[in-house]
């Protein structure tokens, strides 16, 4: 029987790197990425990786600190995630498991699983029970608001890094603008591309109705995340009527809000983050009710980690590719003929740039 794996400590590092395409949003613009990046150290010489993303620098240095804070909670522990998952669950329960408490856990909940990966020699997707195996993704880390000749060029520099689905960001105060804009990008790609669009949580459920009526008719995938992300009765109201499937689920802090989502008939889709619905052990969770729901599970950002996860996800729908995260990567995700590609080498396919992750640390 192999040794047990034992915890020595966590190392959490502030970055900020820059984006390739800054992305204007209908709630702001985003240019730079302000990531924590997180090494699992083990006793048998076994490193983890993971990160997270902080949205905006003013989360940074306390997100870093709440990673610390937890990590000295399970130094000297054995290395098994469920464990992990409920002891620190257990300490947290009254500050609550949700906000930045929820982010540092499931980043230490990722670099966990990463590390139990390497020590065993596999990939995370085998270590999970599945195999690495092409997943389809769609790009997702342009086509901000924008005018509508501008995000026909820049659908087609998305589309010519290996991929035929692209999502735009809708919201724009005239909801004509948003129609000429989605049916210009259209009209450049064809038919044969999928297309999805975003309205970054931007509309009263009223407004939702009259736009998203406007867009039944443009072949889009999906409507993701009309109004607040938690007015679950709302949206279930905007799902029954608009034919255009509702996409939610980025902000599910954890499998129970999921439920809630899908016992109110909230959405056709839905899409967990990995940082937030509680690491691989809340995704695990997560997809199992999806697959009880019969409801088809994307991801949201994190593509390197997601990209495992969709591999053994039952319901696995699409991949959302970013490179938010590559400017401190050793290596990144491959993409061919729009499919996502883990690698079978251990892990799950996180390792820094040690020389870049020196250029862009803050504090």
Not at 45 to 60: E, K, N
Not at 69 to 93: N, V, W
Not at 108 to 133: H, N, Q, T
Not at 267 to 291: E, K, N, S
Request: proline share 5%; glycine share 8%; with cysteine.
């Amino acid at each position: 029987m192999p040794e047990a794996l034992r915890i020595t400590r966590f190392v959490a590092r502030a970055v900020i790197v820059p984006m390739n395409l800054p992305l204007e949003t209908s709630t702001g613009a985003v240019a730079k990425a302000p990531l924590v990046l997180i090494d699992c150290e083990t006793d048998q010489g076994v490193r983890g990786h993971a990160y997270l993303f902080s949205i905006t620098p003013a989360a940074l240095k306390p997100l870093t600190s709440m990673v610390s804070e937890m990590a000295e909670m399970i130094a000297g522990d054995e290395l098994l995630p469920f464990e992990i998952e409920r002891k620190l669950s257990q300490r947290f329960t009254l500050l609550g498991l949700a906000g930045l408490q929820r982010l540092a856990q499931s980043g230490i909940d990722m670099a966990a699983w990463d590390a139990l990966a390497r020590a065993r020699g596999l990939p995370l997707a085998r270590l999970l029970g599945g195999a690495p195996k092409p997943v389809r993704a769609y790009n997702s880390k342009g086509l901000g608001i924008m005018p509508a000749g501008a995000a026909v060029e820049e659908a087609q520099k998305l589309l010519a890094e290996g991929f035929h689905a692209a999502k735009i960001r809708v919201g724009r105060n005239d909801a004509r603008e948003d129609l000429n804009v989605v049916r210009a990008v259209r009209k450049a790609v064809g038919d044969e591309v999928t297309l999805m669009c975003d309205y970054n949580q931007a509309l009263s459920v009223t407004d939702a109705i009259h736009r998203g009526r406007m867009l039944d008719d443009e072949g889009l995938l999906w409507i993701e995340e009309p109004i607040r992300h938690d007015d679950y009765p709302g949206n279930a109201r905007i799902a029954a009527e608009l034919r255009t499937p509702i996409q939610i689920g980025e902000n599910f802090d954890s499998a129970f809000s999921m439920q809630s989502a899908l016992s109110a008939k909230s959405c056709d889709f839905v899409m967990p983050d990995v940082q937030r619905i509680g690491g691989v052990t809340g995704w695990l969770r997560a997809a199992a009710l999806a697959h009880a729901a019969g409801i088809e599970m994307s991801t949201h950002l994190f593509s390197e980690v997601s990209a495992h996860l969709l591999c053994v996800t039952p319901t696995a729908h699409w991949l959302e590719y970013v490179d938010w995260a590559d400017a401190v990567l050793a290596k990144r995700l491959a993409i061919k003929d729009g499919f996502a590609l883990p690698s079978e080498e251990p892990g799950n396919g996180i390792a820094w740039d040690e020389t870049a992750v020196k250029k862009y640390m803050v504090g």
